[in-house]
């Protein structure tokens, strides 16, 4: 079993930024992908970023290139998101993942992810 805890969320002004941090117990996630995914109330579960194992393929939605920033800390079992330029439609819950089926997959599905965080609210006020 993985667990997996994100924090770094909060209330930020828009154009402000925030780095969710992602860190995994119970089983070392460095020899998996990573995403992060968001939910907004209302809405389904969308994807946002993706990282592979080695960190050497990176997959971003539409609305997250060139504001938003994955990455990963293997020796510390952790995986960041590094989100600038926040905009009000940015606000939503937004969760972790782990692809353990393949690591160089860098998925746009949650059906493509095994193990789930209970997400971190992040709240961009206009």
């Known amino acids: 079993q993985v667990q997996l805890v994100e924090s770094g969320g909060g209330l930020v002004q828009a154009g402000g930024s925030l780095r969710l941090s992602c860190a995994a117990s119970?089983?070392?996630?460095?020899?998996?992908?990573m995403g992060w995914f968001r939910q907004a109330p209302g809405k389904e579960r969308e994807f946002v970023a993706a990282i592979s194992w080695s960190g050497g393929s990176l997959n971003y939605a539409d609305f997250a290139k060139g504001r938003f920033t994955i990455s990963r800390d293997r020796a510390k079992n952790t995986v960041y998101l590094q989100m600038n330029s926040l905009r009000p439609e940015d606000t939503a819950v937004y969760y972790c993942?782990?692809?353990?089926?393949?690591?160089?997959?860098?998925?746009?599905?949650?059906?493509?992810?095994?193990?789930w965080g209970q997400g971190t609210q992040v709240t961009v006020s206009s």
């Open positions: 119970g089983r070392s996630v460095s020899s998996y992908a």
């Open positions: 993942a782990a692809d353990v089926t393949c690591r160089l997959r860098v998925g746009v599905r949650t059906s493509q992810y095994d193990f």
